[in-house]
């Protein structure tokens, strides 16, 4: 059974931070490019990072570049977003996604119909 797990969601206040981690087990994971979505009220889902199974090529999106690390461990599979200097509109449901991206697309924004497995989310509410 093919399962993707967050855990380390909760509540900071602004300038704080979080770390998500997000477990993966029912399939190859190190094979697969693992990232994370966000989605907040009212909003469309957006991509926010990800990182290859090797290489270490990875994606983030403008508004978290410089504050958003990822990172993975594919002994242990699990991937992990360190989140910094956390502001109001990072306020979200963060999702973890696994997919396949084609070479020519790596370095691009992921898109939601490449996603091939989907967590069931995790809350992050930034408030002071």
């Known amino acids: 059974q093919v399962q993707l797990v967050e855990s380390g969601g909760g509540s900071v206040q602004p300038g704080g931070s979080l770390r998500l981690s997000c477990a993966a087990s029912g399939f190859a994971s190190e094979y697969y490019t693992i990232g994370w979505f966000r989605q907040a009220p009212g909003k469309e889902r957006e991509g926010v990072s990800y990182?290859?199974?090797?290489?270490?090529?990875?994606y983030y999106a403008d508004s978290v570049k410089g504050r958003f690390t990822i990172s993975r461990d594919n002994a242990e599979k699990k991937v992990y977003l360190q989140m910094n200097n956390l502001k109001s509109e990072d306020t979200a449901v963060y999702y973890c996604v696994a997919m396949i991206v084609p070479r020519p697309l790596l370095g691009s924004p992921p898109r939601i119909g490449g996603v091939d497995f989907w967590g069931h989310g995790a809350q992050v509410t930034v408030s002071s």
């Open positions: 990182i290859m199974s090797s290489a270490g090529i990875t």
